[in-house]
């Protein structure tokens, strides 16, 4: 009877059955798991009623339906006919109109609470029934929203990923926008760093020429063209080199 009413309780006690794993009493249970033998004698632990070693075990997780806080819960989610809950049914079974269903017991509603009214002025030891009336319509009416729940769901999953999609789209079009600013800023850094050394080149190769046609006519004016045009052609590679780099990167 305690235990029935610590359960019911808005904040109930702990379960005393923690009280029966003592240290020796693990100890007889383990020893009990390797024989396979459960002893059918009761343990006796004052001022806890006396109980089997089997007990001791966990329960199997429960396949249908639970209680706590006094209130039965289903494992699996689903909605219950009225009919299982003892409360009359005011609408058909079926597929069924919900909204024309809702506006008539809506209206019901009003119907009885006006009568609970004029009850409560002519007679008002008679207001249960009224009462009674009341509370099953609006058990009905409850039902018939709890009808939409799946459908609930589904819509506020489809609006979860509808928006999930919307934010990763403004950021792919986000990283998008920044890589087209980084790639033509870094194109531009490139073309303004290697000009200066190509322009450097081509006067420093000019200056040579005039110095060595001068000097060593010939054969030294083919080695300076050479020397030149290999000059040219490796900063020339280095540009490409480097715009390749940043497509690369981007």
Do not use: C
């Not at 420093?204 to 004016?221: A, F, L, Q, R, Y």
């Amino acid at each position: 009877m305690a235990e029935q009413q610590a359960t019911g309780s808005a904040w109930p006690d702990p379960p005393y059955l923690y009280k029966r794993y003592t240290q020796k009493n693990l100890e007889r249970l383990q020893q009990a798991k390797k024989t396979g033998e459960f002893p059918e004698i009761p343990i006796s632990q004052p001022p806890e009623p006396d109980f089997l070693l089997a007990s001791l075990e966990p329960p199997q997780p429960p396949s249908d339906a639970y209680t706590i806080f006094d209130q039965r819960w289903q494992v699996h989610e689903q909605l219950q006919p009225l009919s299982e809950l003892g409360v009359k049914q005011l609408f058909p079974s079926g597929q069924i109109d919900r909204i024309q269903e809702l506006k008539k017991l809506n209206r019901t509603l009003i119907t009885q609470y006006l009568d609970l009214l004029d009850i409560l002025v002519k007679d008002p030891e008679q207001y249960g029934d009224r009462i009674e009336n009341i509370s099953t319509i609006f058990i009905n009416m409850h039902h018939i929203l709890n009808e939409y729940r799946p459908h609930q769901a589904r819509e506020t999953l489809r609006l979860l990923m509808e928006n999930q999609i919307a934010k990763k789209k403004q950021l792919a079009a986000d990283l998008r926008r920044k890589s087209k600013e980084t790639l033509e800023m870094l194109q531009k850094f490139g073309v303004e760093t290697t000009k200066p050394l190509l322009e450097m080149d081509k006067k420093d190769s000019s200056d040579m020429d005039i110095v060595d046609i001068k000097e060593e006519p010939g054969e030294t004016k083919d080695v300076v063209m050479e020397e030149r045009d290999k000059k040219e052609s490796e900063a020339e590679q280095l540009h490409q080199n480097l715009i390749s780099t940043v497509d690369n990167i981007v």
